[in-house]
């Protein structure tokens, strides 16, 4: 086939790729630039290094894909930074510019180095009351590198933004362009790196590559515990950026004190700084976090459909992004457009059920009534059946009835964690299943409830 026009070209990968890929495509990819197509390969050039590493490592296949079913040609996909021009282009029908010559310079990274995503930065990062700690200490450390909080380590569940964070000190030191190489990877690659170093007899040029950096983070640093070779070279890793003023930023499942097997050494150097926790996002935050993520994916909801992800997915940010991601995928394969009806049956809830709104302590109330245990009984640390069999019935009601998170479910219930709540919820679903009066009894607070908040 002729060569079509760089904008027809990039419209039909473009349009290949929302069709066919539609969770991989981002809101940036319209600021790709087409530069032509030379010996076989469509170049095309992101906006920023990252953007073209990301591109590289993670998108190479699906453009790979869509420029050949744009075109019906055999092609291959490369991508180039900023500035830069593909070797000795071709005029295939894309516009070319004469009067570029910078030529490809490939900057490859260690292939365990974790990659920036480009999403991850500072800008796209929703501050709520659980994480506003840490979003504050990480942008002091991000505009201050290595004179505060030095280290700074910050600690949560699984998909909470610990590496959203790191990654978004990474973006600002690169773009910044400050002093010294940033090294960024998973304590797991630490321990291979120096394991391989031992066994190759190289531990200078190991030390070297982590010693001689402007900054270095690692992420789930709680995988050091029982490793004591690897805790020993860590420890004087840390004295010596430490004493070089060179930042270093942790994450880890668990605060410091609270790791297992992990040095008392380490673990007061790791106390050193500032030790931060993020907890899970508490329900507003939650609605803006789905709507965030929708937006950089290059579509928009409405706050209802945000409001229904937000309800029913509260553990983290990870569920949250995954449920927005099942809605996306049911709008566009039944070729629908996003609306909560559509929401509902992509995520399996029923169009009619709608939440009432009863709050916690209106189910307290009633809980303690149907069961005659007084209000500071089913709030106390009693654990006797009597009580905590109500206790358990109120923390499930409130689990189906409110938009409440675990979290926040266990804060009126006395002052428990998020674990006790998912407890009493699983325990009463057990129940419910072999009692046939525990369901009754459920079914019928449940109903007054309802009936009381129409």
């Known amino acids: 086939m002729a060569d079509a026009p760089d904008h027809v070209i990039w419209d039909g990968v473009l349009a290949h790729l929302r069709s066919s890929s539609p969770t991989l495509c981002r809101q940036w990819f319209d600021e790709i630039e087409p530069m032509g197509i030379s010996n076989g390969v469509l170049w095309l050039r992101a906006s920023t290094e990252m953007q073209q590493r990301y591109l590289q490592t993670s998108c190479a296949s699906p453009f790979r894909d869509a420029a050949q079913a744009a075109t019906g040609r055999l092609l291959s996909v490369e991508f180039i930074g900023p500035g830069e021009v593909p070797p000795s282009p071709k005029h295939n029908g894309l516009d070319q510019s004469s009067n570029q010559t910078r030529r490809v310079v490939r900057r490859e990274a260690g ?11 500072f800008e796209n990062f929703i501050v709520g009351p659980t994480n506003r ?49 940033i090294l960024y990877l998973s304590c797991e690659a630490f321990i291979s790196r120096f ?31 029982k490793m004591d070779s690897s805790q020993e070279e860590f ?39 500032l030790v931060t926790q993020i907890a899970p996002p508490e329900y507003e935050t939650r609605v803006q976090i789905v709507l965030n993520k929708a937006k950089l994916r290059g579509f928009t ?49 029923a169009i009619a059920a709608t939440k009432p709104r009863v709050s916690v302590q209106v189910i307290i109330e009633r809980v303690s009534d149907f069961f005659g245990v007084p209000v500071p009984q089913l709030l106390s640390r009693k654990r006797t059946r009597s009580v905590a069999l109500p206790r358990h019935v109120g923390m499930y009601l409130s689990r189906q009835l ?32 072999r009692d046939e009066d525990l369901d009754a009894a459920v079914r019928e607070i449940e109903r007054g409830l309802v009936a009381a908040a129409e």
């Not at 292939?111 to 930065?121: I, N, Q, T, Y």
């Not at 998909?159 to 964070?165: E, I, P, Y």
């Open 195 to 225: 394991m391989d170093a031992v066994q190759a007899g190289n531990l200078n040029e190991f030390r070297r590559q982590f010693r001689d950096v402007g900054m270095l983070v690692i992420d789930d640093v709680h995988f050091l515990c």
């Open 111 to 121: 292939d365990d180095e974790l990659v920036l995503h480009p999403d991850h930065g």
């Open 301 to 349: 909801i409405s706050e209802d459909v945000a409001a229904l992800i937000a309800a029913r997915f509260d553990a983290n940010i990870r569920e949250l992004e995954g449920a927005l991601l099942r809605v996306q995928v049911h709008a566009h394969v039944h070729s629908v457009p996003i609306t909560l009806d559509v929401a509902k049956d992509a995520l399996g809830v």
């Open 402 to 433: 409110t938009m409440h998170s675990l979290e926040e479910i266990g804060g009126y219930f006395g002052g428990r964690d998020h674990t006790t709540v998912m407890h009493g919820v699983s325990v009463i679903k057990d129940l419910r299943e």
């Open 133 to 181: 700690l840490s979003y504050a200490a990480a942008r002091a450390v991000a505009d201050n590198p290595g004179t505060v909080y030095n280290p700074m380590f910050i600690h949560g569940g699984v998909g909470l933004g610990k590496t959203h964070l790191l990654q978004a000190i990474c973006h600002r030191y690169l773009e910044e362009g400050l002093e010294g190489r």
């Open 235 to 273: 420890f004087h890793t840390f004295n010596t950026l430490y004493q070089s003023n060179r930042q270093i930023v942790l994450s880890s499942d668990a605060p410091p004190n609270d790791i297992p097997d992990l040095e008392q050494r380490l673990v007061s150097r790791f106390n050193w700084g």
